[in-house]
């Protein structure tokens, strides 16, 4: 997979609850770094994406998430990308429409994409 394919296929595995996908696709160095929206929500080192994802999918239901934006950047061995999206989502039981903007770093690790960076905001409804 390409870098785009890669980032696709995240947001893919999200909504569907595969937090074996995920997992399969966030490195496992310890310069990763996942923020999340919550206060307390980030993840400091690979070893625990695991732990972080498979509470996440567990903790949230009907999730679909629409494409305001994206943008995606790809040099060599490093990729970037930037998005505005919608996600309509059960979060902890409590249905919710928010709007996230988020932003991403992925290396490549033996010729494999793999995420080493994530950070999350909720913007202003548009």
Do not use: C
Not at 4 to 25: K, P, Q, S
């Amino acid at each position: 997979m390409n870098a785009e394919e890669t980032i696709r296929v995240y947001f893919d595995a999200l909504t569907r609850g595969d937090a074996d996908r995920l997992i399969d696709i966030i490195s496992d160095a310890d310069h990763f770094v996942k923020i999340g929206t919550d206060a307390g929500e980030f993840v400091e080192g690979g070893d625990g994406v695991a732990e972080y994802y498979r509470h996440h999918v567990s903790s949230t239901e009907d999730f679909a998430i629409d494409f305001g934006h994206l943008d995606i950047q790809e040099r060599e061995s490093t990729a970037w990308f930037y998005t505005r999206q919608t996600w309509h989502v059960t979060w902890q039981g409590r249905r919710e429409t928010l709007a996230m903007r988020l932003t991403g770093i992925l290396e490549k690790e033996e010729a494999v994409w793999k995420f080493v960076q994530i950070h999350a905001s909720i913007g202003q409804p548009t």
